[in-house]
Structure formats: C-alpha cells, structure tokens
C-alpha cells in the first residue's frame, strides 16, 4: 500500500496524511502457489477509517465502504482510474482505491470518477485503516494499516503580479489560490522600511478569502495596519481553517506615488528559478534589489509580476503596457528551461511592437543557444535577444565592465557577491547588435569576452523599433547598490528614458547624517545642515521619505518643529532662530524611519 496526494502526484507517510490522499493498493487473490493462480480475482474491495481502538468507524465512503464491485468492467476511458496504469496487470493487480463515488454509481454508469479520501476532514491523532476484499465465492478478507493524520500549515502561496494600475498609491496584489482544501484565505504584509522588516497587515483572509484571486486597495491609509509613509514592499501568506500560518514566498514591490500618473511604466519579471525546497533558495528578496535600482530615477512608475502568469494564462497582464520590462532569470542547473516556449512568444510580440526590454541572467544562452532544447529557443536567442552563446563561463571572469565610448563607460559590475554565480556566458553580438560590457576574462585570441549586449531597431516582422539589452549574468548577484544604480542609469539613458541631466541622483548622499550646527555656541541663530539618502538600510532606494527634525530643551521638552514632512533625498541646510528661548544646552534631534541622530547646542545670549 502506498499514499499519495490526490492525482497520485507525491508520495506521503503513513503516519503524516493530510489533504486530499489517494490510495494504492495491492490486493491479490491467492488460489494455489503457482503463478497462474494468483490473478486478479477480487470481486468487491474498499476500504473504511476506525479509531485507534477499532471500536468506532470515523470514516466510510458511500456504499458501506465499497468502491468496486466488478459486475461490470469501467468504461475504458475510466480503467486506469480503477487499476494504476502501467503498474496493475492481470498477475500484479494494483488498485487505485478512492477514486469513485461508490460501487453503486460505478455499476451503473461505468464511470470511476476521481476521488480521494479527505484526511482534513478528520482530527489530528492515530487511525486504524481498513482494507477489505471479497471474491465471488464469498471468501472475505481484510487487514488494518496504522495511519496518522497530521495538519501541516499550508504552502507558502504564488504572488502572480502585484502593480500599480493608478499611477498614485493603489495597488492590486494577484495571486494563484493554493491547492489545499483547507485553506480559508490569504494575508498580504507590507514593510515600510528597506530593510524587509517589522511587516505589517495590509489585508487579512476575510478580505483574500480563498474564493477570490485577486484584491485592489487605493491607499495605505485603508490597510488593516494602515499607515501614511509610502509602501514599497509586499509579501503573501496563507492561512487554514485552524489558523495556522504558512511561510510567505518572494518578496514583491511596486511604486507609491501621491501622482505618478504622466511617468512612464515599467514592470518587473521575477522568472528566476531556484524557488522551490529542492534548490538552496525557498523565496528570495531579488525583485526589491531591482525596484531599489530602478525607482532611483523617482521617474518611473513601476510594478512587478511572476513569470508563472504568462505561463498559467490565468490574469490578463500584458507585457504592452509597460514602456521597459525587466525580465530576470536563469539556472545553475543544466537542464532547466530559463525561458519557456510561451514565455519566448509573450516577449517576442512585445519587442516586434516596440517594447524595451531589459534581460539578465546565468546560462540563457547556454540553455537556449548551446543546448537548444527546441529550435525555437536558438531562434529566440539569436532574434530577439540578439546574441550567440560562445562559451560557458566561470568565476574568473568577475566583475563586467563597461565599454569606453558607450553610456555604459564608467560602469563596474561585481556580480556573484549575494549569490555564487559560477556560469556565466561569453556571448557575441548578432543580426545588429554591439557589445556593452566585457568581462574581465580574455579569449584565447587576446579579445575580451562579453558580458553584455544592446540593440535599437526591428525586430522580426514589427514596423516600430524597440529596443534590448541583455546582460549574461544575474544582476541581482551585484551586492553594491551603488554599481546597480549606476548600470541601471546607464541601461535608461541608452535606452532614451531618461537624459544625462536627469542621472543627476549619482550625486545623491548614501547615508543618513545630521551634521554638528555652526556657529556653536550660538546668539541667537545658527545654521543646520542634514542629508537623507538615496539608499536606505539594505540597499533599496525610497523617492521620499518622512522627516522630523526637533528641538528640545534640557529636560526633554520640544521646543520647535523644524521639519516635519516627506522630503525627498539630498543634502539640506536651513537656519534656526531662537531668539524667543532662554540661554543653555539644547538638543537637535533627526529621526526618519529607523534612524535618529541628537546633537547638543549651546545658546549664550
């Protein structure tokens, strides 16, 4: 006997069954010790669940239990819904034993349909599993199985796109409902802070009930923790009928505008690969790091969105909305797909009507030029992504560099520093594309290999030009925002969505500081200077962020309100009068977020 989640799909413990469990059994009539006298001459076979004891049935499907009772063979459609296919045979007879609304209904339409036993439906502890037999002799059998039913928390849930549809402070979260029939709804955090932490509720499960699979709010000041700072970051949990909780999965982001409405949009693809528990990462923070990169300009508005939506055909997101789309994926493992055949078409159409993409990633090429599955994926690789696989890198070949005389000069890239990348590509540009960035490797004939390539013009059979640039390494790898902010400009300005006079935010302050008032001591004014940085905490840039700066007297009473506003990031000065207060120690103090800085002053008059 074995279990398996209904569909037969993954094996389960005896002694940890939940959900929708499918049985498999072996029952076998023995009449002699040959091999010809095994056969399959079971004429009635079901099953019922006991308590621990025996004392009790908790559990007994219709018909008193019984789901066969052969006086007639299953229409042959429905065969190996009875007998497991390329298992069961006439000497080795294998049932599928839930499947079936009962031996009645199975007699008189010849339908088995498919079933399951609901472990969910019974409490958590020990059973007694039942299985019995008949022949047409009215030889009877059965035998019980010790089994336990668990109630594991559910599955950490699918974000499929979370956007800014409005362009101000709306947001829709979209999700793929989770498959266990246990699960009541869904609960989306937000966290206020780049650092990816104290996430709060902004909608619980009796809003994201498990009957819907998609949820708009038009502010965070309507959140269930609702809040007026500009929100960036979301994450989504399930939640069962018990109340248990499960992990959250990837790390989603999208703008906050008070009016963004005339900016220009962009979307952010999250196709990377390794999200599930076989692999090293379970969920990961990667499209933060791009939104952090990209919402640096304070000029895009920006949404993001899994790759799965455009493989589930489940949502109506569409790649031709967005003026860029950021696309981020690859494998460290040979043999999985870093595109997919409907992704590849999804893309192709968008750059055939004049889209802008941007592409990063490991083995792309190697997957799609090298390996080539399928002869679409070199066509893909070699039209629309406009390069050629050349060789198979490794870490030797860190960090990229940009091209003199391009918008990409000055840039440096050290990828591999949050995750190992060990398979980078060498790639060539093709079909009218240029090199953008090397890596800092040489080819055997003294020529440095490529990192990066771009293109401007048509693709395929498109009469609009659009545009890529495609880099063959992970992006998300670069631990330094900084170098980030100073590619993903560069991509902009080669790109034509934004100007050298509007990269201006490289001079930005990288940290907060409240600097020491001059003169001090003072009569009766003196001059404040303090900087609110482009980059916040864990290297995710915000557009504005909320400002205090206060002054209080000795004992620790507020005696002026200097600031108290959003204020985006820069250097500031302004002067403070205090005129109107007595002489002796006053204290500064700036706080924006999880930061504050006090500064002592002295007034003499």
């Known amino acids: 006997m074995k279990f398996y989640t209904n569909g037969g799909i993954d094996k389960l413990d005896a002694d940890k069954l939940f959900g929708k469990v499918d049985i498999q059994i072996k029952i076998e009539e023995i009449n002699g010790s040959s091999s010809v006298d095994r056969n399959n001459g079971t004429y009635i076979a079901g099953y019922r669940v006991w308590n621990e004891a025996k004392t009790e049935v908790v559990f007994e499907p219709n018909d008193l239990g019984v789901k066969y009772r052969f006086d007639y063979k299953p ?59 008949e022949d047409t002799r009215d030889n009877k059998s ?41 699960v009541a709804g869904y609960r989306l955090y937000y966290s206020e802070n780049s650092e990816l932490s104290d996430w709060q509720i902004a909608a619980d499960e009796l809003q994201l009930t498990n009957e819907i699979n998609e949820y708009t709010i038009f502010s965070p000041t309507e959140y269930k923790v609702p809040t007026t700072n500009q929100i960036y970051f979301y994450k989504l949990t399930a939640v069962d009928i018990a109340g248990q909780e499960s992990n959250a999965g990837d790390v989603y982001a999208c703008s906050d505008y008070i009016d963004g409405t005339e900016l220009q949009k962009a979307l952010i693809v999250n196709a990377f690969q390794k999200t599930n528990k076989n692999d090293e990462i379970e969920s990961h923070n990667f499209v ?3 939104f952090a990169g990209l919402s640096s300009t304070d000029s895009i508005v920006i949404s993001s969105a899994s790759h799965k939506v455009f493989l589930d055909d489940t949502h109506d997101i569409s790649l031709q909305d967005y003026d860029l789309v950021i696309w981020f994926t690859g494998s460290s493992k040979n043999f999985v797909a870093t595109i997919q055949v409907k992704e590849m078409s999804n893309l192709a159409l968008y750059l055939v009507e004049g889209g802008t993409l941007f592409m990063s990633g490991s083995k792309i090429g190697f997957d799609l030029d090298e390996r080539m599955s399928a002869s679409t994926d070199t066509l893909f690789y070699h039209n629309y992504l406009k390069a050629k696989f050349v060789y198979l890198g490794d870490t030797t070949m860190i960090p990229a560099i940009g091209l003199n005389n391009t918008v990409f000069d000055g840039v440096t890239l050290n990828f591999g520093q949050v995750s190992e990348e060990k398979y980078p590509d060498d790639i060539d540009p093709i079909y009218g594309s240029e ?86 001591p003072f009569n009766p004014s003196t001059t404040i200077k303090y900087s609110l940085p482009s980059i916040v905490g864990n290297g995710h840039a915000h557009s504005t962020t909320n400002v205090a700066l206060k002054i209080y007297d000795i004992l620790g009473r507020e005696v002026a309100t200097l600031v108290n506003k959003e204020q985006k990031p820069g250097n500031y000065e302004l002067n403070f009068n205090a005129s109107n207060l007595t002489s002796g120690v006053y204290f500064a103090r700036l706080a924006s977020g999880s930061f504050n800085k006090t500064i002592s002053m002295l007034l003499i008059k």
């Open 75 to 133: 229409l042959n459609a429905y065969v190996h819904n009875a007998f497991v296919k390329n298992v069961a045979t006439l000497s080795n007879p294998v049932y599928w034993l839930t499947n079936g609304e009962g031996a009645n209904i199975i007699n008189s339409s010849k339908v088995v349909s498919n079933n399951y036993f609901d472990a969910s439906s019974l409490a958590e502890g020990s059973y007694q599993l039942e299985i019995f037999a």
């Open 142 to 182: 059965n035998k019980y199985f010790p089994i336990s039913i668990t109630d594991p928390k559910p599955e950490a849930p699918l974000i499929y796109a979370l956007l800014n549809n409005d362009g101000k402070r709306g947001v829709t979260v979209k999700w793929k409902t989770n498959n266990e029939s246990d």
């Open 288 to 290: 933060a790091t791009y």
């Open 435 to 520: 090199i953008l960035l090397n890596y800092n490797s040489k080819r055997n004939d003294g020529t440095f290999r490529n990192a990066g390539i771009g293109y401007k013009g048509k693709f395929g059979t498109g009469s609009i030009d659009g545009a890529v640039v495609y880099i063959s390494f992970p992006l998300e790898t670069v631990g330094s925002l900084a170098e980030q902010q100073n590619f993903i400009k560069s991509m902009l300005q080669y790109f034509g969505m934004i100007t050298g006079v509007e990269r201006e935010f490289e001079s930005l302050p990288r940290e907060f500081n409240l600097s020491q008032n001059y003169p001090n």
